[in-house]
């Protein structure tokens, strides 16, 4: 359902990855959001899917992304310094 979601809000489709974390950059702070954890920007709910794009991965949570479109957290390709995939 994130996955849909993001890819309607996102207007194409998402990458075919599945992704468990990323580090990232972040307004001169480095912070890691995981599937499970609390994500590292309003930091009030778990992270319950990283759907990749091209340019960019955004973090789905319970009340961004799952149950509604839309506020999801957003971090660019650019900012990336590592990612994490689920190993299949």
Same mark, same amino acid.
């Given at each position: 359902?994130? /996955?849909?979601?993001?890819? =309607?809000?996102?207007? +194409?489709? #998402?990458?075919? +990855? $599945?992704? +468990?974390?990323? $580090?990232? !950059?972040? !307004?001169?702070?480095?912070?890691?959001?995981?599937?499970?954890?609390?994500?590292?920007? +309003?930091?009030?709910?778990?992270?319950?899917?990283?759907? #990749?794009?091209?340019?960019?991965?955004?973090?789905?949570?319970? =009340? /961004?992304?799952?149950? /509604? %479109?839309? !506020?999801?957290?957003?971090? %660019?390709?650019? #900012?990336? $310094?590592?990612?994490? !995939?689920?190993?299949?």
């Amino acid at each position: 359902m994130c /996955r849909t979601g993001a890819e =309607k809000d996102m207007c +194409r489709p #998402a990458l075919g +990855r $599945r992704v +468990r974390s990323l $580090r990232f !950059d972040h !307004d001169g702070e480095e912070l890691t959001a995981t599937v499970g954890a609390i994500e590292p920007y +309003r930091r009030r709910e778990p992270i319950v899917a990283i759907v #990749a794009f091209d340019g960019c991965y955004i973090l789905c949570t319970p =009340k /961004r992304g799952l149950l /509604r %479109g839309g !506020d999801s957290g957003i971090v %660019g390709s650019h #900012a990336v $310094r590592a990612v994490e !995939d689920i190993a299949v």
